[in-house]
């Protein structure tokens, strides 16, 4: 499923995307700081965004005031109201960068786009299917796919097959992103680098890829005996 042939790909949050042709006429910008609300799940629209520069988190609201992040979006994502259905957003969407810069679609002009609202639409069914399957996984192996995931899609793969990860990523960040608790993720990551199959911190990580898939399997594995 994932390959080291699929990380070949420079990831930089800082520089904006230069948008398709056939949406290069129709965005306008905003800007966001670290921290501030494009938009809150319940929230009436409809309208699609398409990240330029930055990294947003998309959560919801969960039990006890907690929240679940579903998904991280950099540039060249679409997120907001991708059906055209769709009246309120699903899931809010919060600026994680210093600096964020999005386009503002409408689709009444972006009914050309239509193949790109498709593959975003499967990206966020993909997203929901992840975390399903990752549900009742322990721990250690929920968080290790979820750097899979990330070097995947922001990761920069060096000569020696090293996966490097700069996002700006708190400890709380993922302990939203795997639906566990700040201290049991903080615990998971200090007995990955003990092990070796992770290094880093503080939004900085990297790990080899085959290192990493093998973590997560042994531990999958050793919780069915």
């Known amino acids: 499923m994932w390959t080291v042939s699929n990380l070949q790909r420079q990831s930089n949050l800082d520089r904006p995307a230069p948008p398709p042709a056939a949406l290069r006429t129709i965005l306008a910008r905003r800007e966001l700081k670290r921290g501030d609300t494009l938009y809150r799940s319940g929230d009436t629209g409809p309208a699609?965004?398409?990240?330029?520069?930055?990294?947003?988190?998309?959560f919801l609201d969960v039990a006890g005031g907690k929240e679940r992040?579903?998904?991280?979006?950099g540039p060249g994502d679409l997120i907001g109201s991708i059906a055209p259905s769709q009246t309120q957003y699903t899931e809010s969407a919060e600026a994680l960068s210093g600096s964020v810069q999005v386009g503002v679609l409408d689709y009444s002009a972006v009914g050309h786009a239509?193949?790109?609202?498709?593959?975003?639409?499967?990206?966020?069914?993909?997203q929901l299917r992840d975390a399903l399957e990752d549900a009742d996984l322990p721990v250690p192996a929920r968080l290790a796919r979820t750097f899979v995931r990330l070097g995947d899609r922001f990761g920069n793969v060096?000569?020696?097959?090293?996966t490097r990860v700069t996002l700006p990523l708190t400890h709380d960040n993922l302990a939203a992103m795997i639906g566990a608790a700040r201290e049991t993720t903080s615990t998971t990551l200090a007995q990955m680098r003990e092990s070796g199959v992770l290094s880093g911190t503080r939004g900085n990580y990297s790990y080899h890829l085959h290192e990493l898939l093998s973590f997560a399997a042994e531990v999958v594995?050793?919780?069915?005996a």
């Open 158 to 162: 060096q000569e020696d097959g090293l």
């Open 114 to 126: 239509f193949e790109l609202l498709h593959d975003a639409g499967a990206k966020q069914l993909q």
């Open 69 to 73: 992040i579903l998904s991280l979006a």
């Open 221 to 224: 594995a050793n919780s069915s």
């Open 48 to 58: 699609v965004y398409r990240v330029e520069a930055g990294l947003l988190k998309l």
